[in-house]
Structures are given as C-alpha cells and as structure tokens.
C-alpha cells in the first residue's frame, strides 16, 4: 500500500473532472481516473496531472457497463493498495436538447446510464472496497463526492432527463452518506453552476446574456478550478463532523432572489 492518499476521478479526461484531479494531485493525491476518452487524445491534460509528481493511473473505460467498473477498481486496489477518496464526476448532457413532450427513450437512457445508474453503482462497488480498507486500517477515512449540478433543483424542459439524473444524484448523496457514516465513510455533493466547460460551449452566447442580466449574483462563469477548490475543502478532511452536505458553487444561484 503507497503511502499517498489515493482519489479515483470519473470523467476527469478534460473539464471539470481534470480540473479536480489535478488540484488533488497538488494536494499530495495519488492520482486514478476512469474515462472513456482515448489517453492519445487527452494525453496534454494527463501530462499536466502527472507534472505534479504524484503517481497517475489512467483506466479507459465505460461506466456504464459493469465488467469496466469491476476491473478498473481492482486495478486501482492492485496498483496503489488504497482508495481514500471517490469523486463522482463523470456526467453528460442529452446529445440534442429536446421538449419533454418529445424527449425519446433513447436519449432518457443514455444520460440516466450514465449520470445515475453507473454513478451509483460504482459507488457501491467502492464502498465496499473502502470498508474493507477502513476494517483493515482503521486509521483510514475515506469520502465519497458526487459532483451534482443546480439542474437538481431547477427546471429545464428541454433537457429533462438531465435534470432527473441530478436530481437522483441527491438523493444517492443522501443514501450512502446515511449508510456509510456509522462506517467512517463521510459523503458530499458539489452543485456546480453555470461553469465554462465542453457541456456548456454550445449555450455560451445564451448564458452570457443571461450572467450580465443577473442570473447569478456573482456576475462571472465560473471555472473547473471552482469546483476543484471545493472538492479539495472536502478532501481535507476538516469537515468530519459532517456528511451528507451540499456545497453549492454556482455564483450565489442557489439564493433564488427577486
């Protein structure tokens, strides 16, 4: 077992989910992630984790499917000895933003497969494994993220099975962190807002106008180092008194003025 705590990442190919691996990784963080991205074409990003000097192991895998979860788990166990710390982040957007009248299966599937489903079971499996450790040295405290979204709480019709996937990502944050607290295991959600990433290019002109209007009452897009930085605050291990907290980063969004 290597002496650093170890992070597994989903979804930390580009975006948010780098953005908190490497602030995890300055942080002193033994480094796995799991994505489904070719390591060729974010090998830039994977360059910038690894020049923190912590150790890197990348999995490329699909979190949907059960074999991938299984297997990147155990190799992360055989690798590093260790799971400290589970970031849930791994999500996607409806691939064509569709009115819930018209909303297909397909496309419902899809996003709560991966957002939802996947997310949940993964975390099964790691909790598991983290009370296995937690037995075995009891000097251990994992925790558990789920990177959630403001999409929780607000409605958008026109992606709707986001909003349920998000909205379930809650929930789930509830359960475990009910389950697993008399464990040792603490478990957290971030709720990002309006964040300039990937997911968000496409709507870049709408939320701008949206932001000067005053959607937000912090005026600005906020950052993938935004969510890292709250991630990191989790991470401390300062806040072991509580679990099962929200900590929303959304420029005051979540404040709902008139």
């Known amino acids: 077992m290597i002496n650093q705590k ?29 994505d489904l991205s070719d390591p060729n074409q974010i090998a ?25 979860r299984s297997c990147f788990v155990q190799e992360v166990l055989a690798k590093f000895g260790r799971i400290d710390m589970l970031i849930n982040n791994a999500g996607v957007a409806p691939r064509e933003r569709l009115d819930i009248l018209s909303t297909t299966e397909e496309s419902f599937d899809f996003v709560m497969n991966i957002n939802l489903k996947g997310t949940f079971f993964l975390t099964q499996t790691v909790a598991n494994e983290m009370i296995r450790c937690v037995e075995s040295n009891p000097e251990l405290r994992p925790i558990i993220i789920n990177i959630g979204s403001l999409s929780a709480y607000t409605s958008s019709p026109s992606r709707g099975e986001y909003c349920i996937s998000k909205a379930g990502i809650t929930m789930v944050t ?32 709408k939320y701008d106008k949206l932001i000067a209007e005053g959607i937000t009452p912090i005026k600005s897009w906020g950052h993938p180092a935004d969510i890292a ?24 969004f979540h404040l709902r003025r008139l």
Do not use: W
């Not at 979804?11 to 480094?31: E, S």
């Not at 994977?46 to 192991?57: A, C, D, H, M, Y």
């Open 44 to 68: 830039q990003g994977l360059q910038e984790i690894e020049n923190e000097g912590q150790p890197v192991f990348y999995f490329q895998g699909n979190l949907t499917k059960n074999e991938d």
């Open 174 to 205: 509830k359960l475990f962190a009910d389950r697993l607290a008399e464990l040792g295991i603490r478990v957290y959600e971030i709720r990002p807002g309006i964040i300039q990433t990937d997911m968000t290019k496409g709507v870049t002109e």
């Open 6 to 34: 170890v992070a597994i990442i989903t979804g930390a190919g580009r975006g948010i989910g780098h953005g908190i691996a490497l602030q995890l990784a300055q942080d002193g963080c033994a480094i796995a992630i799991m």
């Open 229 to 252: 930085n709250a991630v990191s605050v989790f991470c401390s291990g300062k806040l072991s008194f509580s679990t099962g907290d929200v900590i929303n980063v959304d420029g005051g």
